[in-house]
């Protein structure tokens, strides 16, 4: 069964630095998510993006954050100066729209020190 | 404003009991209805969802309007059902999910 595939599975980074974080969507799904999880706290939406633009962001997507997808094939999340509260797991999501249901990469555990 | 609450951080129950795992939500519209299974060290990954009144692994889930309520249900537990349990409605244009703050259940023997 295809899955959506996220990389790197944990990143150490520290403050001020930019972090790109990559996940491969399955190739027939048309929306992308971004979602983070903060250590102990629920999973929070981040951004979807369809037809190469932005569909819905979350107060959290403020400027430091932006996604793109590059190649057809991957989806990156960008946070240009990372704060010390950016530290979380980060989920991409990939679905083929109306109610299918969203699958989930294994996430990316981004340490900001 | 769009909420959706699961009341209990962790349920822990015996093998063999019932569960039942709360979820209330506070929605304008009529949402979709997920829910959402993260076993230990695995991705999240859909439980059921309202539309498809399936049972999935023993689990049912009942949407009630009135009460604005989505508990999910199973009336034996396993061993293997242990895990977190996120409650998810669907709503806005990009079918975007909003996660409850998530139940972690324990089945112990």
């Known amino acids: 069964e295809p899955e959506v595939t996220q990389t790197p599975s944990h990143q150490v980074t520290q403050m001020g630095q930019e972090v790109i974080l990559r996940c491969v969507p399955i190739?027939?799904?048309?929306?992308f998510y971004w979602y983070r999880q903060i250590l102990g706290q629920k999973v929070e939406f981040l951004v979807s993006?369809?037809?190469?633009?932005?569909?819905?962001k979350s107060e959290i997507f403020d400027d430091q954050f932006s996604v793109e997808r590059p190649d057809g094939s991957n989806f990156t999340l960008k946070i240009r100066s990372t704060k010390l509260e950016d530290s979380a797991m980060y989920f991409c999501?990939?679905?083929?729209?109306?109610?299918?249901?969203?699958?989930f990469g294994n996430g990316t555990r981004l340490t900001v020190t | 404003a769009q909420r959706v609450t699961q009341p209990e951080k962790l349920l822990s129950v015996f093998k063999g009991a019932p569960v039942e795992l709360k979820c209330n939500y506070s929605y304008s519209g009529s949402p979709e209805l997920f829910w959402y299974v993260q076993y230990s060290r695995q991705r999240l990954q859909l439980l059921l969802r309202h539309i498809s009144r399936e049972s999935i692994k023993g689990f049912t889930a009942d949407l009630n309007k009135g009460e604005t309520s989505f508990h999910l249900k199973k009336p034996f537990a396993q061993e293997e059902d242990s895990a977190m349990y996120y409650c998810a409605p669907e709503a806005g244009t990009a079918s975007k999910l909003t996660f409850g703050t998530g139940t972690r259940l324990q089945v112990t023997l």
């Open positions: 993006f369809y037809n190469n633009e932005i569909s819905e």
């Open positions: 999501a990939s679905s083929t729209g109306g109610d299918s249901p969203l699958h």
């Open positions: 190739s027939n799904h048309l929306y």
